[in-house]
């Protein structure tokens, strides 16, 4: 079976992955990172992504909870082959959406508040996406990530996938803070055409390997 094959060094890396490709777009909470750590500063920027990457480890849980219940299913190389491809193509349709989406910049409370109140906001306004699942079974599919019975290995993979999305977070705020005298909307609208070309690109790759036999990973 596919999944005895995986190594912690695998999962290690899929999960740094998962976690930074879920994270990226500068989607509402990307650009509330960007906007706090402009107005208030780079800790606000921080406690925001971090109230971000809970609920994406959240999702992510629960995302892979429930493939579990179909490892029968989905331990089939037919079934996996097939879960590969259209977990490519649903990679591919959110890198062109990351890829054409503007960001729009939104006025700011002027009360900077506690750094709970900020970690609080930014994971409410992040759970509150729920389709962000979606995105996480194509990720996982794509990546082969769930590893059902080898709760060791699997909570591994969920800790690399919660410090991948700590480490976005980190090299945003660290790339704002440096550039906040010239960081406009125009540059968050670059930063989601980069990471759509790269996340559209990854998921063409991906699909040519599944077709042609081929491990990338």
């Known amino acids: ?35 706090r750590t402009l107005n208030k500063g780079r800790k606000y920027g921080i406690v925001t992504g971090i109230g971000a990457a809970i609920s994406d480890l959240l999702y992510a849980l629960a995302t892979g909870f429930g493939m579990s219940f179909v490892v029968e299913f989905i ?6 082959y097939w879960l590969q491809l259209i977990g490519s193509v649903m990679l591919f349709g959110f ?10 910049l939104r006025p700011t409370s002027q009360n900077k508040g506690t750094l709970t109140h900020n970690l609080l906001t930014s994971f409410i306004v992040t759970l509150s996406n729920p389709l962000i699942i979606f995105l996480f079974m194509a990720l996982f599919a794509r990546f082969t990530f769930v590893v059902p019975s080898h709760f060791g290995q699997q909570a591994l993979g969920y800790i690399s996938i919660f410090l991948g999305a700590l480490l976005w977070w980190y090299g945003l705020t660290y790339v704002v803070d440096k550039l906040r005298a010239n960081f406009d909307i125009e540059r968050i609208g670059l930063i989601n055409r980069i990471i759509g070309a790269v996340v559209m690109t990854v998921s063409v790759l991906g699909l040519l390997s599944t077709l042609l036999g081929l491990t990338l990973y």
């Open 1 to 35: 079976m596919w999944f005895e094959h995986v190594t912690l060094l695998d999962l290690t890396v899929k999960g740094l992955l998962i976690g930074i490709v879920a994270s990226a777009p500068m989607g509402p909470v990307g650009v509330l990172c960007i906007q």
């Open 75 to 80: 331990e089939q190389p037919q079934t996996m």
């Open 95 to 104: 890198g062109l959406f990351t890829f054409r989406t503007k960001p729009q």
